[in-house]
């Protein structure tokens, strides 16, 4: 049996291609916020402003809607303004640690992982602001 010698490469390169893409890992930083918190401040917006993107104190926001031990889901605001939420297990893990800071305040952390659509499957987080 004779295989195609000239498809045998371009398989070849296909396949690494799609496995390292499906394996890229990336780190983010930024602020934990509330998701749910922040997502309601982000829609509070007038609907007769036709300039939304002016109006917005996205610090205010990421201040009134910091984590406290009750925060279930949460979201990571990057200083661009940019946010990303968290994948479940990334959520259990922020919690922990929101709970042992033990205070109601804003925390900057460093999170690596992944994006899974429109979340971050988190595989490391660490807390910046120490």
Known sequence: MRTNVTALPIRLA??????SALTFGAS???????SQCF?????????????THVDLDQNSEICYCSPSAKTKSFALVQSDGVSFKLDTAGNAEVAELVRQTAKKSPLAVTITGETNKSAIK???ISNSSR
Do not use: I
């Open 14 to 19: 296909a396949s690494l291609c799609l496995s």
């Open 28 to 34: 983010w930083s930024g602020t934990l916020v509330d």
């Open 39 to 51: 997502d309601a401040e982000e829609r509070n917006v007038n609907p007769t402003d036709t300039l």
């Open 122 to 124: 988190v595989d490391t």
